[in-house]
């Protein structure tokens, strides 16, 4: 009885034995089968395409005039307001002009005393070139002294030196005349172009400051708003390939819904953080942070109600083909070139009998590159075809080798391409209800 008991355990554990290990091959079995990558596909067709640099930057009237004045006083007259539209000529503001009117008088003063200094000296030079005439002809005849005569010709030299003092007197006189009468005429401001006043800083009875050596206050803004031009900031890669005359887009933030034309009209040819000297370390670093721009600037086409200062986006067209092979900007990926092994072995034996002992590094160095690829879809698996691209826009890339017309390249997702998928790899294409879903 105990014999049967325990050969009846034997054969129990034997089948549980068996069932666990036939239930583990078939976990395996099921491990190891091929799982499909779900894709989305699109064919390799032929389009139209324009590169374009992207710069942000702001909108500015091609002229305009800071006011600045030249001389310093309180104003007394303000006329204009922002926004208001002025004539070439038309007044500005007036600073209080006392004090210049004052100093232009004591000029004018000066200046006819100068004259009067001047006739005298004149008519002091005529009464002494009529003696010296009378002493010359005397000593000639003998009649006075060689001393007498000389001191009539000191005489007449000292009456001629003193007429050409008093000449310049007048001239240095007239200046300090003509200085007092600029200082005064400056105490009024007109217009200097037809415009719109875009910027008032100052108010009537507000001090200015104004000086000729550097800017004074700052009191208003002239713009032209008719012609107006977007200054954008471009990085040095991409400043290379702007020329003059190239076509833009512009999008403005204040206008979503319109899209504006310009041209390039002028491209900067130093670097917005240039410096022409060196101004310290601090400095230096600073400007190694930061990203070299250049300001390029475009000329908008459209006469829209712009404000000076408005942000705009601008899409500069470089470069522009036609009819060419394109895919979708994301089929492209790149992958780490994988070199054939068997190719790789017979090179490093070619190496080692030529005694190169940089085989192995040389080896190494070549299976890091990289090449660019997209993956074909061939029934129900895909292929890593190397591909060489041309330019490309917002959407898709020129495929200048390496496709053909008609062909089904892997357009998502993004994670399948530049990750997931393999070649030969087993793909499924995905449903619109499961990217609904």
Do not use: C
Request: no cysteine; glycine share 6%; aromatic share 4%.
């Amino acid at each position: 009885m105990a014999k049967k008991s325990s050969k009846r355990k034997f054969m129990i554990l034997l089948l549980i034995a068996a069932a666990a290990a036939g239930g583990g091959y078939a976990w395996k079995k099921h491990r190891e089968r091929e799982i499909p990558i779900k894709i989305e596909t699109e064919k390799v067709a032929k389009r139209d395409l324009t590169e374009s640099v992207v710069a942000t930057g702001n909108i500015q009237p091609v002229t305009k005039v800071v006011i600045n004045p030249e001389v310093a006083g309180e104003i007394v007259e303000l006329p204009v307001k922002e926004g208001q539209k002025v004539k070439e000529g038309d007044l500005l503001l007036k600073i209080r002009p006392d004090n210049y009117v004052a100093s232009r008088n004591l000029a004018e003063a000066s200046y006819n005393s100068s004259l009067s200094q001047l006739k005298l000296t004149e008519a002091n030079l005529e009464k002494a070139k009529a003696d010296f005439m009378r002493t010359e002809a005397m000593y000639g005849d003998k009649l006075i002294s060689e001393a007498e005569f000389l001191s009539g010709r000191n005489a007449f030299q000292v009456a001629s030196a003193s007429a050409e003092s008093a000449q310049h007197g007048v001239e240095q006189a007239k200046a300090s005349l003509d200085q007092a009468d600029e200082d005064l005429a400056k105490t009024t401001i007109v217009a200097p172009i037809d415009g719109t006043i875009t910027q008032l800083r100052s108010e009537k009875g507000e001090r200015v400051v104004g000086t000729s050596l550097m800017a004074g206050t700052e009191i208003m803004t002239v713009a032209q708003l008719e012609t107006i031009e977007a200054r954008v900031e471009v990085g040095e890669i991409d400043v290379v390939e702007i020329k003059l005359g190239q076509k833009a887009r512009l999008e403005a933030d204040a206008f979503p819904k319109e899209e504006f034309t310009g041209e390039v009209t002028e491209i900067a040819n130093a670097s917005n953080n240039s410096s022409s000297s060196s101004t310290g370390a601090a400095v230096a670093a600073a400007q190694t942070q930061s990203a070299t721009k250049f300001q390029v600037k475009i000329r908008v086409n459209e006469k829209e109600a712009f404000r000076p200062g408005m942000s705009v986006t601008a899409y500069i067209e470089t470069r522009s083909v036609k009819d060419v092979l394109t895919v979708p900007l994301q089929s492209v990926t790149t992958r780490a070139k994988v070199l054939d092994a068997d190719k790789d072995k017979d090179k490093d034996k070619d190496r080692e009998k030529d005694g190169d002992d940089e085989a192995p590094a040389a080896k190494k160095k070549e299976k890091k590159k990289a090449e660019e690829i997209v993956f074909v879809r061939e029934g129900d698996r895909v292929k890593k075809v190397p591909v060489e691209r041309g330019i490309s826009d917002d959407d898709y890339v020129e495929i200048k080798s390496g496709l053909a017309l008609d062909q089904e390249v892997v357009s998502g997702s993004f994670r399948a391409i530049n990750r997931d998928l393999k070649d030969n790899g087993l793909v499924e294409l995905e449903t619109e209800a499961a990217k609904d879903d």
